[in-house]
């Protein structure tokens, strides 16, 4: 979601009408280019717990920070009609697993199953141990994963004809261009790839309307992964697999924005934005907070790794295959409250600053399938085509399932766009 409102919350070119700050009343058109340049850090915080005996278990906490810098330009190509491309940069994402208050490297589960090591898994350090109660400690990673493309058009512009709201489309295509997130234990303190190695449509619609000093403004979309690269960790390997891609998501958001100050001579704008985010992340194969551990502990390269997988299960023996570190993760909600400052000086220059505080729901995300059941006898038949490649009984087995709770994130941005 955070990607959406990148990609298509924040457009400006000139149009002639009153000064706004809104990013959903702008409209792009022929003759006007905007450049913009985002700044974000974000902060992410869950508890990753274990399924045990009908219930869970306290385990690991999660923390991820990361710095974002997206420069975008849109260029109008007809009356109302424009087209964008952006590049989200990561500068700077690391990542931490502690022990929960109450557990040790004595009592873990993730010990006790060999995912984790007892002196814990430092990236840049692997032969030194962690001083309790760090885990895991990741390197610090870098890059691209995607550029956006997008093409949008206003049927509707409340600039042109006030009696009708700012109604706008779009289709913005994310194309996979980054290094890919990966991890083996030669590679744990130089593995510093952020992408993801994933192509994604992404189809959106906003709608914006002022009345005096209030304006009001909805947006939706839905986001559909369609291709995977050769090097990304999202591989089909055939027989009971289930699910390979990332799953899909849908959402909404919506908002008011009240002006403080709105000087039309000057075209001078000062607006506080509350906003709220409801996304709906389907179930499909992604990384999670565990991702990182589990790539860890299922390289093959070391003996005794207790995720490795075995890449053909109809043939006899095991069949060695990295495990990708990505898992199926359940379908959750995520619920997220924005505030923002906006200021548009004259109609060249704008600028913001944002907050979000954002809320998951639990959801389980070792949730692999054990495959399909072809012959309809109501079992996975093993050593036969049934068998999903991507199941590991350690992780995805009912009873021994990581379940991420608590997940809670917060988001500080920075904007500033100049219209020539």
């Known amino acids: 979601m955070k990607a959406f409102a990148l990609a298509v919350g924040v457009v400006a070119v000139a149009a002639p009408g009153p000064a706004r700050a809104n ?19 974000e902060l992410d915080r869950s508890s990753v717990e274990r399924e045990h005996l009908g219930t869970t278990e306290k385990d690991l906490v999660f923390h991820q920070f990361q710095h974002t810098l997206t420069p975008r330009a849109d260029v109008g190509i007809a009356r109302d009609t424009w087209l964008s491309v952006s590049l989200p940069i990561v500068i700077a994402q690391a990542r931490q697993l502690e022990y929960d208050s109450g557990v040790t490297a004595a009592t873990s589960s993730s010990v006790a199953d060999h995912i984790l090591p007892p002196t814990g898994l430092d990236a840049d350090n692997p032969g030194s141990p962690l001083d309790a109660p760090l885990a895991f400690k990741s390197a610090t990673r870098h890059g691209l994963d995607q550029i956006w493309m997008g093409f949008g058009v206003a049927p509707m512009n409340e600039r042109r004809d006030d009696t009708k709201p700012t109604w706008k489309l779009g289709a913005d295509v ?16 130089s593995a510093t790839g952020v992408g993801r190695g994933v192509d994604e449509l992404r189809l959106w619609t906003s709608f914006d309307r002022r009345d005096g000093r209030l304006e009001r403004y909805a947006t939706i979309f839905w986001l559909v992964p369609f291709a995977a690269t050769s090097h990304s960790m999202f591989q089909d390997p055939g027989f009971g697999a289930t699910n390979v891609l990332p799953g899909q998501r849908a959402g909404a958001n919506f908002g008011l924005e009240l002006a403080a100050v709105d000087d039309a001579a000057e075209k001078n704008h000062i607006a506080i934005d509350l906003g709220e985010r409801i996304v709906g992340h389907f179930e499909g194969r992604d990384y999670s907070e565990m991702w990182e551990a589990f790539a860890a502990a299922g390289d093959p390269a070391t003996p005794g790794n207790p995720l490795v997988l075995d890449k053909d299960p ?17 379908g959750y909600l995520e619920v997220a409250t924005s505030l923002a400052v906006r200021a548009e000086l004259g109609n060249n220059v704008r600028f913001a600053l944002s907050f979000d505080a954002i809320y998951k729901t639990d959801h389980a995300i070792s949730f ?35 379940i991420s709770t608590h997940n809670l994130g917060l988001v500080i941005g920075v904007q500033g766009q100049a219209t020539f």
């Open 174 to 189: 994310g194309i996979a261009v980054g290094k890919v997130a990966t991890l083996t234990d030669a590679t744990l303190g």
């Open 314 to 330: 109809v043939t006899p023996g095991v069949q060695a295959l990295a495990h990708p570190g990505v898992t199926n993760i359940e």
């Open 23 to 41: 990013p959903a009343s702008f409209v792009p058109t022929a003759g006007g280019a905007n450049l913009e340049l985002d700044y974000q850090y």
């Open 368 to 402: 692999e399938n054990a495959g399909i059941d072809r012959n309809g006898n109501g079992i996975i038949d093993p050593g036969s085509s049934e068998v999903n490649p991507l199941s590991v009984n350690q992780i995805d087995l009912v009873g021994h399932r990581y």
